[in-house]
């Protein structure tokens, strides 16, 4: 198997300004630091510490390095820790748009890198999934399929908002195969979802609620 190391770092930033390659990951072991082709010219990597990721911008110039806090705004409540919310993901996706489409960036690498801590890569690689459904129509296997093909990539199973041993694990393709669904019945249209109301019914101290589908609501909240 590959491994994609600073060698990698380094040939990623010597084809800066090629036309990206779209492989998929296959053959790849994680390992901190190393860059991991996600679709076009967009990578995922994971930083140990910040000078590491400061180290790597000083070196690497041609490589546009971002982050997003996003990934780490689930208020979790007991032993839980995610998937963001709607409105996340499609922040999420719209700043990652942004950035893919943005006229001066447009001959660099893009290297979206988040910390080890394996809830942070588990939501980022749950919200970059998201991304590639939205935005670059891809189906939920095909999505999680660049990541799984990463050996060693820690990605852990979400879990219920308890502090007890959890018998029922949900993976990422259940939260893709969802999101899917729900825009397939039209519960959720992202193009003309409103933000606003969703807040507004969601928040603890007001209604408590979700709209699950336009027949049922659950609590937003444990």
């Known amino acids: ?13 010597e084809a800066s300004g090629r036309p990206p390659d779209t492989r998929a990951t296959s053959g790849y072991r994680y390992a ?29 110039r041609k490589l546009y390095f971002f982050s997003s806090s996003i ?6 409540f007991c032993a839980d820790f995610g998937p963001n919310n709607i ?10 748009q942004n950035l893919v489409h943005h006229p001066a960036l447009n001959n660099r690498a893009l290297i979206y890198y988040t910390s080890t801590d394996e809830q942070h890569i588990t939501n980022s690689v749950f919200l970059l999934c998201c991304y ?21 990539l820690p990605l852990i199973p979400f879990r219920d908002a ?8 949900i993976s990422l393709l259940d939260c893709l195969r969802g999101l899917q669904r729900a825009i397939s019945f039209r519960f959720m249209t992202p193009k ?3 933000v606003a109301e969703f807040l507004a019914t969601h928040r603890a101290d007001s209604y408590d609620l979700s709209r699950v589908s336009p027949k049922f609501v659950a609590f937003a909240t444990p």
């Open 162 to 169: 308890t502090w007890m041993e959890t018998s029922s694990h």
């Open 87 to 96: 409105c996340d993901i499609l922040e999420f996706s719209a700043f990652l």
């Open 71 to 76: 990934p780490e705004a689930y208020v979790s």
């Open 192 to 194: 003309t979802f409103r």
């Open 32 to 60: 901190p630091i190393s860059a991991f082709p996600v679709y076009g010219r967009l990578h995922f990597t994971a930083h140990e510490s910040e000078d590491v990721t400061e180290k790597l911008i000083a070196d690497y």
């Open 1 to 13: 198997q590959r491994s994609m190391s600073e060698d990698t770092m380094e040939r990623i930033h």
């Open 132 to 152: 590639l459904m939205l935005e670059e129509d891809f189906t939920p296997e095909r999505a999680v399929a660049q990541f799984e093909a990463i050996a060693g």
